[in-house]
Structures are given as structure tokens and as C-alpha cells.
Nanobody, 122 residues
């Protein structure tokens, strides 16, 4: 099996910064895209940022200029640097990856982490 484990969430003041980390482990052959999603109470889960294996990135408009996604392919890890945080950023943040596994090689797996809570105080 393949697992993603997030860390780095917590409580932060308005305007503060936080760095989220996510590491993949298990029978991994290859990971293509890695992403961060978030879900606020009463809201649908939304894509925050995505990074492809070549390092190209995309962000949702609401976080452009404030958030930065990066990855370390050697560690199968993805990071999200969040700066100038707003109360609207409060949500559970989920790591996501498209994984080709040694165990299941006939299709790509859509793997999710357990989520880490980011709370921005007003």
C-alpha cells in the first residue's frame, strides 16, 4: 500500500506563515503530480496548488502570491509554504498524489493523506 502523511498544520495568527509537509511511503514506483487540497467547514474540497514532476506549478487564484508549492522527488515529498495567511485559509489541508505502485502496476492510484488542520485566527 501507499500512504501520504501530512504535517505542519496548526493555529496561526492572521498574516502569519506556516509550512505544510507531506511524505509518501510504501511500494512506490513513481509519483507524477502532487497536490494540496483544502476543505473548510460547509465548503467543498478545493484544489489549492499542484506541482508536476518536472516542477511546474499551478495555484488557485485566492492563494497566488502567498502560497508556494515545492517537492523533493528523492524523498517523495511535497511541501506548501503559506505566507500572509488569512482567516479564509482556515481549512483541513489534504495532500494528494498520483502514484504508480509496485503492488498495483496496471493503473495509477489516487492517494490522499489524512489531512492536517490549519486555523488562522482573526
Amino acid at each position: 500500500q501507499v500512504q501520504l502523511v501530512e504535517s505542519g498544520g496548526g493555529l496561526v495568527q492572521f498574516g502569519g506563515s506556516l509550512r505544510l509537509s507531506c511524505a509518501a511511503s510504501g511500494s512506490i514506483l513513481k509519483i507524477s503530480a502532487m497536490s494540496w487540497y483544502r476543505q473548510a467547514p460547509g465548503k467543498e474540497r478545493e484544489l489549492v496548488a499542484v506541482i508536476k514532476r518536472d516542477g511546474s506549478t499551478n495555484y488557485t487564484d485566492s492563494v497566488k502570491g502567498r502560497f508556494s508549492i515545492s517537492r523533493d522527488n528523492a524523498q517523495n515529498a511535497v511541501f506548501l509554504q503559506m505566507n500572509r495567511l488569512k482567516t479564509e485559509d482556515t481549512a483541513v489541508y489534504y495532500c494528494n498524489a498520483d502514484v504508480l505502485s509496485f503492488a498495483i502496476i496496471d493503473r495509477w492510484l489516487d492517494v490522499w493523506g489524512q489531512g492536517t488542520l490549519v486555523s488562522v485566527s482573526s
